[in-house]
């Protein structure tokens, strides 16, 4: 192949060969540079790397992100969204174009943990994971606690040891977990899955003692927000200091300012329980005491309804009645004791005088005799005035009102509180009380009927 030379002094360079010289002196020139600029034409292939362009008011950088360095990233790169980027410029070299290779990036303005805070605790909240319906409650008097924290903390000797103090048969279980590095965040969640996995826990508390937002950040990951939403143990959260707040306190069923804060939640002091329960059994026999007095009442005033003094009036007639048919059984026998007394003190007084043995055994015999007779004739009378009061009682039982109304029937009163018989006692547009067999109606008539119901509206 023949190929003219140019004509003039300069070397001759291939496309490759400048190229490479290019990206040479740009890699050399402008190594570990920070760019700021604001992401767009955004792209994120399944392979895990990240393609944009960095711009500003005048120009653009095309710039990529390999998974590598896009795995540290704690935030979700967006378009539109300000960032300053560290990396080397290059040169891609099938299409000839200059580009930033990034090795790290953050939002301009804020931290990328906050920024990765901030778009995770929105992206949560989305899907209801903070929302008050799907907490759960603690139970008022746990047996088993379940521990996901370090072994080797201050925060689980505090827990413990006002565990412990409160209720010193509380079982309680340590699942070990970093609580700070990278692996950490994958632990946390692990523990949560196994305590759940376990059973038997009352409560989990999950959480660790201050630091910086760096060293709480495992407790800010979705894996331990997603672990501790799908728990079905309550889960306390007790991350750092009252100040501080994670991920883990909104998605928990309870947040706790400190781990020692924690323990106290879940176990109430022994005594303020005992307090309680005296509290509410106080309450009990108060209520207890007025729903008998508001009892005894009610039946009071029915007692005094007219349909009752009624039929009590008629009881009471017909125990007065027994009292004076006892009275007077009691009177005359009385009065014969005395008068068979007065005729065995003249008999006493005849033996006395003639002193005849026989005629006062015989004497004695028909006293013997008339006193059984008194009392045969005392207890047959008795007899007969129960037998004659029972009946009354039954036929009292029977001609009751209340028999009748329990089985469907009223009785009708006029606003004068006359018992109505017959249709003609009231006249059209007449007030009435219905006295049913439990409660009371008021209706007023509409219209009267000489041998028909009549009919009335409440």
């Not at 323990?263 to 309450?283: H, M, P, Q, T, Y």
Request: charged share 25%; glycine share 6%.
């Amino acid at each position: 192949m023949i190929r003219s030379e140019p004509t003039g002094k300069g070397k001759v360079y291939s496309v490759c060969e400048l190229t490479k010289q290019i990206k040479l002196h740009l890699e050399k020139e402008y190594f570990n540079v920070w760019v700021a600029g604001e992401i767009s034409n955004l792209k994120q292939p399944s392979s895990g790397h990240v393609y944009f362009t960095l711009k500003d008011q005048s120009s653009q950088l095309p710039a990529v992100m390999f998974r590598s360095s896009r795995r540290l990233l704690k935030f979700q790169p967006e378009d539109g969204m300000a960032v300053v980027a560290r990396g080397n410029v290059t040169v891609y070299e099938p299409r000839g174009a200059y580009q930033l290779l990034v090795e790290w990036m953050e939002p301009r303005g804020k931290g990328a943990l906050q920024a990765a805070f901030e778009q995770l605790k929105e992206k949560l909240d989305k899907e209801g994971l903070f929302a008050h319906e799907r907490k759960k409650p603690l139970p008022l008097l746990p047996q088993r606690i379940g521990i996901v924290t370090s072994p080797t903390g201050a925060a689980v000797r505090d827990i413990c040891r006002i565990l412990h103090r409160r209720f010193p048969n509380l079982e309680i279980v340590l699942y070990p977990a970093q609580v700070q590095g990278d692996l950490a965040a994958a632990e946390i969640a692990k523990g949560v899955l196994v305590l759940n996995r376990l059973g038997g826990f009352d409560a989990l508390i999950v959480g660790r003692g201050g630091g910086s937002l760096e060293d709480l950040w495992p407790f800010n990951e979705e894996s331990v927000a997603r672990a501790i939403a799908a728990s079905e143990i309550p889960v306390i959260s007790a991350v750092g200091h009252e100040v501080d707040y994670t991920i883990a306190d909104f998605v928990a069923d309870v947040r706790a300012p400190t781990p020692s804060a924690a323990a106290e939640i879940v176990v109430s002091r022994k005594d303020a329980f005992e307090e309680r329960v005296n509290w509410l059994g106080k309450r009990v026999g108060q209520a207890t005491r007025q729903r008998m007095l508001t009892l005894k009442n009610e039946v009071n005033r029915l007692g005094e309804h007219k349909a009752f003094l009624a039929v009590r009036h008629s009881i009471e007639m017909a125990a007065q009645r027994l009292d004076d048919a006892h009275y007077r059984a009691t009177a005359t026998i009385e009065r014969r004791v005395l008068a068979f007394r007065s005729e065995l003190d003249t008999a006493s007084r005849r033996l006395e005088a003639v002193r005849i043995d026989r005629q006062m055994s015989e004497s004695r015999t028909k006293l013997r005799y008339l006193d059984s007779r008194l009392f045969a004739v005392q207890k047959a009378y008795l007899a007969t005035a129960h037998q004659k009061l029972g009946r009354s009682a039954a036929q009292l039982e029977a001609l009751s009102p209340l028999a009748v109304l329990g089985r469907g029937y009223s009785l009708a009163w006029d606003d004068k509180g006359v018992l109505i018989r017959v249709a003609s006692q009231v006249q059209t547009g007449a007030p009435l009380r219905l006295t049913l067999h439990r409660g009371e109606l008021d209706c007023r008539v509409e219209r009267t009927r000489s041998d028909k119901r009549m009919k009335t509206t409440s």
